[in-house]
């Protein structure tokens, strides 16, 4: 069984900085890309970022690029989203993801983790 768990998030003032991660257990978690998404209330799902299996790819939305940086540990399983100069339009319930598609497209990924609540004050 497939597991993603996602961690770290929390309430933080604009400007600060916040660090997800994601767990995944129950997959060959080398074999799979990885994409972070995020959710505000009455709003679509929307892409954030995304990294290649072996980590040399990353993709960015450009409403984050130069703010958060996508990475990984394969030995650890484990997927991370580090969010710096946080804005209140930040604000959003973040899911990581995972499919053996390189792909930017929610509706294309297997499988999904709870999601993780990330506040931002102004």
């Known amino acids: 069984q497939v597991q993603l768990v996602e961690s770290g998030g929390g309430l933080v003032q604009a400007g600060g900085s916040l660090r997800l991660s994601c767990s995944a257990s129950?997959?060959?978690?080398?074999?799979?890309?990885m994409g972070w998404f995020r959710q505000a209330p009455g709003e679509e799902r929307d892409f954030v970022a995304a990294?290649?299996?072996?980590?040399?790819?990353?993709y960015y939305a450009d409403s984050v690029k130069g703010r958060f940086t996508i990475s990984r540990d394969n030995a650890k399983n484990t997927v991370y989203l580090q969010m710096n100069s946080l804005k209140p339009e930040d604000t959003a319930v973040y899911y990581c993801?995972?499919?053996?598609?390189?792909?930017?497209?929610?509706?294309?990924?297997?499988?999904w983790g709870q999601g993780t609540q990330v506040t931002v004050s102004s």
């Open positions: 990294i290649s299996w072996s980590g040399g790819a990353t």
């Open positions: 993801a995972a499919d053996r598609r390189w792909t930017t497209v929610d509706r294309n990924y297997d499988y």
């Open positions: 129950g997959l060959t978690f080398s074999r799979y890309h």
